[in-house]
Each structure stands twice: as structure tokens, then as C-alpha cells.
């Protein structure tokens, strides 16, 4: 979607969008809009019972000249931020397959000036909201196929392009996230996924390095390869520092779950619904997003991100339940169920990254439990955290950027609920707090001083019905919700 600015609306507009606020029917500036055309655009909305609300749309087409204009009032609620990405959203959902190509939005219509911020997330919205995965979808209706490109935003405040300039990074961020996650993968694997994201990224700077199977062998990942073994599909270690401050180590470490196939393992999920685990490498593609849209950005800040990449398959050479393996830090876990990889996959990354980067903060991401979904459903990804100040950090990110997340406790008495009576820990705990013995799991990874977080994004980077911003499909969750963290905390 193509973004543009202009200082007036153009004379051979079509399709023209007026925002207007809650309850703010009344008070629409409608410019060279004659008073016929306002009373048939004004009975439209009232018949649509339409009232500003963020997102609600009223259409009519009225006179304008020897043409006819098609107008769309467009709610942007209470004025906040949210309102109006919301809004964006739902233009484009409105008109992406109408056959038009191009919409003015013209912000003059509104009583008072919104907010530089406020428009610029109503233009992400209108971006993020357009993106789609049709290339293998051969025999597409006509009438089904995208044909808007461009919205040009009119009388906008000063600052707004600089402002979109952010907010058009953490879109790019986020169609990268939203296509590793959506690919099929016989597309998408450990090894594709690394060359993919090299290619995407490739010009913005980003120092990237690669760590194949061989090279985690001589550093002891036992946990991380040992979920990979039952794959002829080799593991991979991706690492994409950016350093927007100048050299040093990184403050700031995002090391994402990238199981880019999961079958279960030896323990094998059910058939119906398996398709769904070509998106257990979320947390993965939130991190690869994020570094994208922070480099795009120029971010002042030094940040790693970590990809832990493997395919969990069910073949003879398969991980078995009972089999203990030695993490890179030199723990060993029994494993009791091969479906409880993502967090084996996470130890020996939290690790390396530890080891090699010494980060003072890190946030891990990964679709990892079930019981993260029975819990929070679709509305919020489940936070844990090992210090207060981070979790207030990440919970004020989330509520700012749109990914919402929930807070859950760790504790001693969870923690027990994994000791092996055989080996320093279980890969599981019993039935009850699956989220929570998860975390504790990971939590045994994190070293002393370390601020760390866990966000258990199961129930988020993939969405069965329509969003603000997203159709069905791959959400991109987390790409805002990082780079709000890193510009509110990392970039002062």
C-alpha cells in the first residue's frame, strides 16, 4: 500500500473518506461539497445509524459537478491513537477488493487538528491492513483480487510524515513477520527461513550470523538438537545484531522460538488441526520483524535478535520420551513428552546469547503452550517476568502499540513442579499451570542480574476471523509490541 501526503484534496478524486469523531456528526467540515450533496451524505449515515464509533464506516454517493463522488464517513471514536489505526483498518477492508485504486482521506473534515501520531497510525492501519498471501491461489475470482495501492491523506498536521516514516518501518517489520509465518513449510523451514530473512533484510545494516548444526554440536546445544534430530531438515541459529548506538555489547536481547514444523515429535499431535503448526515459529518471526522495522527506523538503540530454528519431526532417529539431553549450559533435562519442544529450543538460545552478548535485558517470545490459549483465548499473549519494572515496560508497550498482554506469576512452588527425580529437570510438569511450569522452565536458563521476560504468544500470531489490522490469517503479533519497547525504554 502506497502512502502519500498532499496539502489539498485532488481534483480527480473518486472515492473521498472524511474521518469524523464520536458523536461529531454534526460538526463535519465538508469543504467544496455542495449543500445537496452534504444533506444526502448526512441522511446516509443517520439511516446507517452510524455515530463516529472507531471503525464504523456510512457511504453515499452524491453529486460533484458533472461527476459523481462516492464519500465514506469514517468513525475515528475518542480521538486516541488507537481509534484511529482502527479506522484506517477498516477503510481498506472496506475497499481493498472494490476495484478501486486509489482513496483520499481528507482530515480537514474534523473540528479540531488530530494528533501528528493519530494519523500516522491511521495510515499503518490502512498499510497493515492490505496485506495478503495469494501466490498460490491460482484461480482467483477477478472480483476477489486486491485493487487498491494508494491512499493519499490530506490536510494532515505537521510532523505526520515523520511520524509515518516510523510507523511505515514497523509495517515493512511487520509483512515480514506475517510472511515467514504464513508460508507453507515445504516453503518455510530452518534453513529457507534463514536465507529468506537474509534477503529481506539484505542493505539495512544488520550484522547477521549463522550457526548450522555442526557449529551447535561443538558449543553443546544437546537441548536444541536434539528436538531437530528426527528432521532431515537441518537446524539453524540465527543471529541479526543491530547496533544504533555505536559499538558495545546490546542492552537488549529478543530471542524467538522458531520450530518451523511441529508435528509433536514422537509424541504426535492429533491430525486434525496439525496444518496450524506451520505457525509455531511466531515468536522466531516476531524477532525477525522487529529487527527489520528497528533498523528500518534507524533505532538508537543496540539490539540482538536470536532465531532458534528447527523442525520437529517423528522419524527413527527421533528424540524419545525418556531420553535426557545436556543443555548448553551444561543442565540436563529428561524429556517426558517430545511435543514440549519449543522451550528445549529456547534454553540453549538464552544461553548463547548470554554468553555471547551479555545482554542486561532479555524477552523471549514463542507460541509455546496450549494452556497459554485455554487461558487467554485471542485477546492477549501471557507475560512472565522476573522483575517488575520490565513487566511495567512491556505491559505499557503493549497497551500503546495494540498487542496486549497478560501478567502471570512465577514462583518457588511452580518451580519444584519440574524436578527429575533422574536428571536436573523435566521438560513438563504435571497437567495443572502448563504456562507457568513452562516459564519456570526457561527461567532456570536466565543468569543472575539478567532482567528477563517470557511472552507466550500461542493464542496470538495467528487469527481464525478478521482483526482492526489484519485479515484471517497471520497477525504479525509482537512486531509493535517490540518496537514500542525498545523506543519508549531503549532509545532515551
Known sequence: MHIQFAAT??????????????????????????????????????????????????????????????????????????????????????????????????????????????????????????????????????????????????????????????????????????????????????????????????????????????????????????????????????????????????????????????????SLKPGPGMEDMKWDMGGAGAVAGAMKALALRKAKANVVGICGLVENMPDGNAQRPGDIVTSMSGQTIEILNTDAEGRLVLCDALTWVQRNHRPKTIVDLATLTGAMIIALGNEHGGMFANDDSLAEQLLAAGKSSGDLLWRFPLSDAYNKLIDSPIADMKNVGPRGAGSITAAQFLQRFVDKGVRWAHLDIAGMVWADKPGATFDKGATGYGVRLLDRFVADNFEQ
Open 9 to 266: 484534496r485532488p481534483a480527480d478524486a473518486l472515492i473521498l473518506a472524511l474521518p469524523v469523531e464520536k458523536d461529531g456528526l454534526d460538526r463535519i467540515a465538508f469543504g467544496d461539497i455542495d449543500a445537496a450533496a452534504q444533506r444526502l451524505a448526512m441522511s446516509a449515515a443517520r439511516a446507517a445509524r452510524f455515530e463516529g464509533e472507531a471503525g464504523a464506516i456510512a457511504e453515499a454517493f452524491v453529486n460533484l459537478g458533472e461527476g459523481i463522488l462516492q464519500v465514506l464517513l469514517v468513525g475515528v471514536g475518542h480521538g486516541a491513537d488507537a481509534d484511529y489505526e482502527r479506522a484506517g483498518g477498516a477503510l481498506t477492508a472496506r475497499l481493498l477488493t472494490s476495484g478501486t485504486q486509489s482513496l483520499s482521506v481528507d482530515f480537514s473534515s474534523l473540528g479540531g487538528t488530530p494528533s501528528a501520531s493519530a494519523v500516522a497510525r491511521f495510515a499503518a492501519g490502512a498499510a497493515q491492513r492490505s496485506w495478503r498471501i495469494d501466490r498460490y491461489r491460482t484461480k482467483l475470482a477477478e472480483k476477489a483480487k486486491p485493487t487498491l495501492t494508494g491512499i493519499t491523506l490530506v490536510a494532515t498536521p505537521d510532523g505526520t510524515e515523520d511520524a509515518w516514516h516510523a510507523q511505515d518501518a514497523v509495517t515493512k517489520g511487520l509483512n515480514l513477520t506475517r510472511t515467514l509465518v504464513a508460508e507453507p513449510p515445504n516453503i518455510i523451514y530452518p534453513v529457507s527461513f534463514v536465507e529468506h530473512v537474509m534477503a529481506d533484510v539484505d542493505g539495512l545494516g544488520l550484522e547477521i550470523s549463522v550457526l548450522g548444526e555442526s557449529e551447535m554440536a561443538e558449543l553443546g546445544m544437546g537441548a536444541l538438537l536434539g528436538v531437530s534430530q528426527g528432521s532431515v531438515r537441518d537446524a539453524r541459529l540465527l543471529v541479526m545484531k543491530w547496533s544504533g548506538k555505536g559499538a558495545g555489547d546490546p542492552d537488549l536481547a529478543l530471542v524467538g522460538k522458531g520450530v518451523t514444523f511441529d508435528t509433536g515429535g514422537i
